[in-house]
């Protein structure tokens, strides 16, 4: 019998592999996501491979954007950040296959991946195993959203952690309990944050929801939460999932941007 690691076509989640379909998707079925009006839908990374490619954007010298053509899944993109000390994956997409691999590793490899929340889990196994089976790092509080648990997880607890010198995960929730940013302080200082804190088409805003596509608000403990741990970091740039930096003063932006939304509870 053929076992095969299904993938949702909605949300681009892998499950672990099977002889039958999964019934649903656990991430779409909740309020924050949804599932597509057609109904659940699966593919495989097989599928995938033979009709998308990826996409390696150099975003700054030591920094990349990976994403798929034609968009599959959310459409979200990861980040590729090459530090002195190892290149971490930030975030993941479906879609990996040889010719990402070989560009990545002529790139120095991958050393970790962290992702900021469930939706983004996609295919973080096989991104592991590819790669040497390197740690993904996933915040304890979103333990019960995973899908895949086979392969090298780490569950880590803290609010912040260092992964190594200058690099550190925050875990400001939001979005989702578990929901975590990445600070690399050296030079100008960056933010990777997913959509945990969204970058805005502006490019001069940035925004806070509980779920993007149904429209619903985080709560005003929420925002004072990001708040809280946001506010002492020293950090010029701000990158999003979905190709909306922030290139300067994103630390102001941000700022400007949390005091604002805090207006409507007043």
Excluded at 35 to 51: C, D, E, K, M
Excluded at 58 to 80: E, M
Excluded at 201 to 230: A, C, G, T, W
Aim: net charge negative; with cysteine; proline share 5%.
């Amino acid at each position: 019998m053929k076992i095969t690691a299904y993938i949702c076509n909605t949300c681009g989640v892998q499950y672990e592999p099977s002889i039958e379909t999964p019934i649903d998707c656990k991430i779409c079925r909740d309020e924050r996501q949804y599932v597509n009006a057609n109904g659940q839908s699966w593919t495989s990374l097989p599928f995938i491979n033979q009709r998308y490619k990826n996409i390696i954007e150099k975003v700054q010298d030591d920094l990349y954007a990976l994403y798929t053509t034609p968009s599959f899944g959310i459409g979200q993109r990861a980040h590729l950040l090459l530090t002195p000390h190892g290149n971490i994956l930030w975030d993941c997409i479906s879609n990996i296959d040889e010719s990402t691999v070989t560009i990545i590793n002529l790139l120095g490899g991958i050393k970790a991946i962290a992702i900021s929340h469930p939706h983004y889990y996609s295919t973080m196994a096989e991104w592991s195993q590819k790669f040497g089976n390197v740690p993904v790092y996933i915040h304890a509080k979103d333990r019960d959203w995973l899908t895949r648990r086979d392969f090298n997880l780490v569950l880590w607890e803290e609010e912040e952690l260092e992964l190594w010198p200058q690099l550190n995960l925050i875990n400001c929730g939001g979005h989702f309990d578990g929901g975590t940013i990445l600070h690399h302080d050296i030079d100008d200082g960056k933010l990777l944050v997913g959509d945990v804190i969204q970058v805005c088409p502006d490019h001069k805003s940035v925004s806070f929801m509980y779920s993007y596509p149904n429209y619903i608000p985080l709560s005003k403990r929420e925002i004072l939460k990001i708040q809280e741990l946001v506010s002492p970091l020293h950090y010029r740039y701000m990158y999003g999932a979905f190709g909306h930096y922030l290139n300067d003063n994103a630390a102001e932006v941000t700022d400007y941007s949390l005091k604002r939304y805090l207006q409507i509870y007043e």
